[in-house]
Every structure is written in structure tokens, then in C-alpha cells.
């Protein structure tokens, strides 16, 4: 593969796992997970992870995972190279790998004495591959192996970062999210 098809195939396999945030973002508020409850004197997980954010993040990437898939033979044959299709298995590992990333990274945000919203620079910007990445090699091991190439994982954790800043820049300049970050 050439460079430029890797970072298409790393962009397209990714999809999946980009959008649950995004989305999250969107649908975002009500009950949050944690209920509430606090530990030691901080927030389990803080009013910014909702059960309605998270359900509505794993659905978009549920529901994109099916779209790319009908369209990859399509896009294949334009392109004149393969774009996977989507596994169900892998496509949970995704979004839902995503979501529980992110999740995550909230818990060890307050764990960190970092207010709702604070930037972690890093755990911001990977929180989401470093779990969805595994989950999906553990839900969908062939599928991983086959679409997931080494040069496939370097260009998506190279990539991430980039686009991540750059639509949460956008999303604040929308007013749709409270930080730039
Ligand atoms: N969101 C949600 N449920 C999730 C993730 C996000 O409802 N599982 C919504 C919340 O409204 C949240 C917004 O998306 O405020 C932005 O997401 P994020 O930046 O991840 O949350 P923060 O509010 O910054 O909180 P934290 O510091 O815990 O990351
Ligand atoms: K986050
Ligand atoms: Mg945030």
C-alpha cells in the first residue's frame, strides 16, 4: 500500500471509533453515569459522561459501521483499492471501545484532581484508539489482523491526534462544545 492508501484505509477503519465522541458530544446530557457519587471527595466520572451521550455515541458508530459497509465495495472499485467492510463485532469494538476509552479517561481525570472540562493532553487525543483498538482485536481477531496492519496502527495514532484538535476546535467555534479540546 501507498502511503496515501494507508492513511485512507487507517481513516476509514477508524470512522467507527471517531464518531461516537462527536455524537456524544451532539446528544449529550441528562443522567450521568456515575449517578452522582463521588470518590474520596471528586466525582466518580463527572456530569460530562451521560448515559444518553454514551448510547447515542456507540449507536452512531453502529449505525456509520453499516452505512460504510454497504458502500465499501463501491468506494473499492472508485478508489481502485480495498476500504474494509465492518464485522458487527468489529464495529462494537469501535464505537463501544470508544466510548468506554473516554470513559475512562474521565475516571482517571478526576482521579488527577482535574475538574469536569480540564484538558489532559495526550489521554485527550489517544483516550479512545488505546481502548477501542484492543477491544476490537479481542471481539474481532481476524477482521483486526487483517484490516489493522502495523502501518495501518502508526498512521492512526499519528492522524488522531490532528484530527481530533481539529474538530473539537471546530465544535467549540460552533458553540457546540464548552473547551476547545
Ligand atoms: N458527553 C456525554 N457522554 C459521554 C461523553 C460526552 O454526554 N459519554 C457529552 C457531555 O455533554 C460532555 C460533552 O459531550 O460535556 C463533551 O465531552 P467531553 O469533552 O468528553 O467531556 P467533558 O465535559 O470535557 O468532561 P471530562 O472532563 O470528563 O472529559
Ligand atoms: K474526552
Ligand atoms: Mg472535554
Redesign the pocket.
Known sequence: MTLLETVVVAFWAMLPAYVP?NA??L???GRP?DGGRTWGDTRV??????W???AM?IFAGLALAAVLTVLAPAVSDALGFDVPEFEPLAAVGLAAGA?LG??L??FL?RRTG?????MFPGLDQLDFVVVSLPLTALLATDWFRAVFTWNVILVVVVVTPILHVSTNMIAYKLGL???PW
Open positions: 465522541n456524544a458530544v446528544a449529550g446530557g453515569i466520572l463527572g456530569d460530562g459522561k451521560t444518553r451521550g454514551t455515541g466510548m473516554d470513559i479517561a474521565s481525570k482535574r475538574q469536569r472540562g480540564a462544545k464548552n473547551e
